[in-house]
């Protein structure tokens, strides 16, 4: 049956087998829409922490096979800045993993709308400011969430050949974050640099 066959195609996806592709692709093109993602949090954590079809996106990705990236690209150009964190999450691993430089303009205007970049924290000042504009002061969920949601997908960006060093400016602004654990993290996607 279709589900059986989706589901099996879902299983060697992700276990990096692209034998379902096609079956795949026609349930990703399927989802015109975006469904009910995941939005980063700090505790409180329970359940799953993505979608169906951010599932289904990492499967297309986990193939490695370049004829995954057209329904992923589709769904890129849905996303904004309002969209719920783990789709933003799924593309980039997704697109990341097939490292396809046809992704890379796509991940650059995507990264180019209002609210999607300039997340680094680089002084003290600036973590105070953003901090107290958002719901929780010095533990706020959304400068972390915006933060995260820029470095993974500049870095999807800069391992699929960057469009105009975009993804590679992003991840230098990330290595003078106050955050370490940003820091550390751009610093070792630069030095590994791209294929």
Same mark, same amino acid.
């Given at each position: 049956?279709?589900?059986?066959?989706?589901?099996?195609?879902?299983?060697?996806?992700?276990?990096?087998? =692209?034998?379902?592709?096609?079956?795949?692709? !026609? =349930?990703?093109?399927?989802?015109?829409?975006?469904?009910? @993602?995941?939005?980063?949090?700090?505790?409180?954590?329970?359940? #799953?922490?993505?979608?169906?079809?951010?599932?289904?996106?990492?499967?297309?990705?986990?193939?490695?096979?370049? +004829?995954?990236?057209?329904?992923?690209?589709?769904?890129?150009?849905?996303?904004?800045?309002?969209?719920?964190?783990?789709?933003?999450?799924?593309?980039?691993?997704?697109?990341?993993?097939?490292?396809?430089? =046809?992704?890379? +303009?796509?991940? !650059?205007?995507?990264?180019?709308?209002?609210?999607? #970049? @300039?997340?680094?924290?680089?002084?003290?000042?600036? =973590?105070?400011? +953003?901090? !107290?504009?958002?719901? @929780? @002061?010095?533990?706020?969920?959304?400068?972390?969430?915006?933060?995260?949601?820029?470095?993974?997908?500049?870095?999807?960006?800069? +391992?699929?050949?960057?469009?105009? #060093?975009?993804?590679?400016?992003?991840?230098?602004?990330?290595?003078?974050?106050?955050?370490?654990?940003?820091?550390?993290?751009?610093?070792?996607?630069?030095?590994?640099?791209?294929?």
């Amino acid at each position: 049956s279709d589900p059986d066959n989706l589901a099996y195609a879902h299983s060697l996806g992700i276990m990096g087998d =692209a034998t379902g592709l096609p079956t795949l692709v !026609a =349930a990703v093109e399927a989802m015109r829409e975006w469904d009910k @993602g995941w939005n980063f949090k700090a505790m409180g954590q329970f359940g #799953s922490n993505m979608s169906r079809l951010d599932s289904l996106l990492l499967a297309l990705g986990s193939t490695r096979d370049r +004829r995954a990236a057209a329904p992923i690209l589709a769904k890129v150009k849905l996303l904004d800045a309002n969209k719920d964190f783990s789709h933003h999450r799924a593309v980039a691993l997704a697109l990341e993993m097939l490292e396809d430089p =046809a992704a890379a +303009r796509p991940l !650059a205007d995507l990264l180019a709308k209002p609210g999607m #970049s @300039g997340h680094a924290i680089q002084s003290v000042d600036e =973590a105070k400011r +953003r901090h !107290a504009q958002s719901p @929780g @002061g010095l533990n706020a969920l959304k400068p972390r969430r915006e933060s995260l949601r820029e470095i993974m997908l500049a870095r999807a960006l800069f +391992r699929c050949g960057d469009k105009n #060093s975009i993804g590679k400016k992003i991840m230098m602004e990330y290595e003078k974050d106050l955050r370490g654990h940003f820091v550390r993290h751009a610093q070792a996607v630069l030095q590994a640099g791209t294929k």
